[in-house]
C-alpha cells in the first residue's frame, strides 16, 4: 500500500478494522488465536507472521495438504499473507477482525437496492429496524417522535458529544427500537428491548453498531450504564462510551413524550459556558413531559458534565 494511502487513512482515523473475503478468512481460521465472537474472528499481526513463516517454505499441494485448505487457494495464501502483513505494518494495526462477508455481497445488495419500489429503497438498515417495529407491535407514532426528538437534539449538541454520523444514526434506530420489549412484557421492558435487538438478526450492521443499538435502547429508562452490567462490560471503552452519550439523549426524547401525545412538537438546545438549556416548543399543556425530562436530564448533565435546564416557549 502507497505511503500515502497510509497517511490519509491514519489521519482519518479508525475504531477498529476489518478485513473481508477468502484469504483473510483462512487466514484467520488457521490462525490459533482467532477466538471466534458472534460470528467474526480476530487475527493478529504476531499470529498472521508465524503463518508467514510456516507457508513460506512449503509448496502450494503441501500447504494444501498441511492446512486442509482448497488447492487454489494454496496457490495464493502467501502472496496474500504478505499483503495483509504489510498493510497491518503501514497502518500500524495489532489485530483486525475476519469477516465472511466480501464485495459481491455488497454488489448483489447494492443491485436489489436499486430495483426495488421506490417506498423500499431506504437502505437495508433501515427496512430490517422498521421490520422488527412491525413484527413487535411498537407504537408507531410514539416511536417516530422519540427519534425525531433525539435526532434534533444529537444535531444541536455536536460540540459536547463529538459524535458523527455513524451514530446519529445508531441513535435514530435505538429510538424507533426503544420500546420492543414490550412486546414480551411492560415489566423490565428496557431489558427485553436489549435481548430482541441483539437476536433479531438486522441486517445491514456490524455486530458492534447492534451491540451499541441493544445496549442505548436498554439504557433509556431506569439503572445508568454501570461496569458490572454484563452486557455493558463486554463493549469497548470507545464503545461504552457511545452508549452513555447516546443514551443520555434518548432518555431525555423519550421524557419529552412521556404522555404519548405529542405534546412537545420540537425542542432548541443553547450550549453556553457549561450550561445546556433546553427550550421546549409545546403544543399545549406539556408540564407532563417537562417534569420527567427535568428527571431524566441528571443523567445527562453527569455524562456531559454540565449544568442543564429547561425552558417552555408559548404554545403553538
Same mark, same amino acid.
Given at each position: ?14 475504531? !477498529?478494522?476489518?478485513? %473481508? ?45 498441511? !492446512?486442509?485448505?482448497?488447492?487454489? #487457494? ?8 504478505? &499483503? ?9 494495526? @495489532?489485530?483486525? #477482525?475476519?469477516? @465472511?462477508?466480501?464485495?459481491?455481497? +455488497?454488489?448483489?445488495?447494492? &443491485? ?8 423500499? #429503497? ?18 408507531? %407514532?410514539? *416511536? %417516530? $417522535? ?7 437534539? !444529537? ?17 435514530? /434506530?435505538?429510538?424507533?427500537? $426503544?420500546?420492543?420489549?414490550? $412486546? ?19 441486517? +445491514? ?8 443499538? *441493544?445496549?442505548?435502547?436498554? /439504557? /433509556? ?7 458490572? $452490567?454484563?452486557? !455493558? ?9 457511545? &452508549? ?23 425542542? +432548541? ?15 399545549? @399543556? ?17 455524562? /456531559? ?12
Amino acid at each position: 500500500m502507497p505511503t500515502g494511502t497510509n497517511t490519509r487513512i491514519s489521519s482519518i482515523g479508525f475504531d !477498529f478494522t476489518i478485513g %473481508t473475503s477468502g484469504t483473510i478468512v483462512t487466514l484467520s481460521t488457521l490462525a490459533a488465536d482467532s477466538a471466534v465472537t458472534s460470528g467474526l474472528r480476530w487475527l493478529s499481526r504476531p499470529r498472521l507472521r508465524e503463518l508467514i513463516r510456516e507457508l513460506a517454505p512449503l509448496s502450494a499441494q503441501e500447504r494444501a495438504k498441511k !492446512f486442509s485448505i482448497d488447492e487454489k #487457494r494454496a496457490e495464493t495464501i502467501l502472496g496474500g499473507a504478505i &499483503v495483509l502483513d504489510e498493510i497491518m505494518r503501514g497502518l500500524k494495526l @495489532d489485530q483486525l #477482525r475476519a469477516c @465472511d462477508a466480501a464485495l459481491r455481497d +455488497g454488489i448483489v445488495d447494492s &443491485v436489489l437496492s436499486a430495483v426495488r419500489e421506490p417506498k423500499e #429503497r431506504g437502505s437495508v438498515r433501515r427496512s430490517s429496524v422498521m421490520s422488527l417495529v412491525e413484527r413487535s407491535d411498537v407504537e408507531h %407514532t410514539h *416511536a %417516530t $417522535h422519540v427519534a425525531r426528538l433525539a435526532l434534533r437534539i !444529537f444535531d444541536q449538541t455536536q460540540e459536547l458529544h463529538r459524535l458523527r454520523t455513524g451514530e446519529r444514526e445508531l441513535l435514530e /434506530y435505538a429510538a424507533l427500537l $426503544h420500546e420492543v420489549g414490550m $412486546h414480551v412484557a411492560y415489566q423490565g421492558h428496557h431489558k427485553h428491548s436489549y435481548y430482541l435487538i441483539s437476536h433479531a438478526g438486522l441486517r +445491514g450492521f456490524t455486530t458492534d453498531q447492534v451491540a451499541i443499538m *441493544a445496549n442505548v435502547a436498554r /439504557y /433509556y429508562r431506569k439503572a445508568a450504564p454501570r461496569g458490572e $452490567h454484563d452486557n !455493558f462490560a463486554q463493549l469497548s471503552e470507545s464503545q461504552q462510551d457511545v &452508549v452513555r452519550k447516546l443514551s443520555a439523549i434518548l432518555r431525555i426524547a423519550d421524557a419529552l413524550d412521556r404522555g404519548r401525545r405529542r405534546a412537545v412538537r420540537d425542542v +432548541g438546545v443553547e450550549t453556553l459556558d457549561g450550561k445546556v438549556r433546553f427550550r421546549l416548543r409545546p403544543r399545549g @399543556d406539556a408540564g407532563v413531559e417537562l417534569e420527567s425530562a427535568v428527571k431524566r436530564a441528571k443523567y445527562f448533565g453527569k455524562v /456531559y458534565d454540565v449544568d442543564v435546564d429547561f425552558e417552555e416557549s408559548s404554545a403553538a
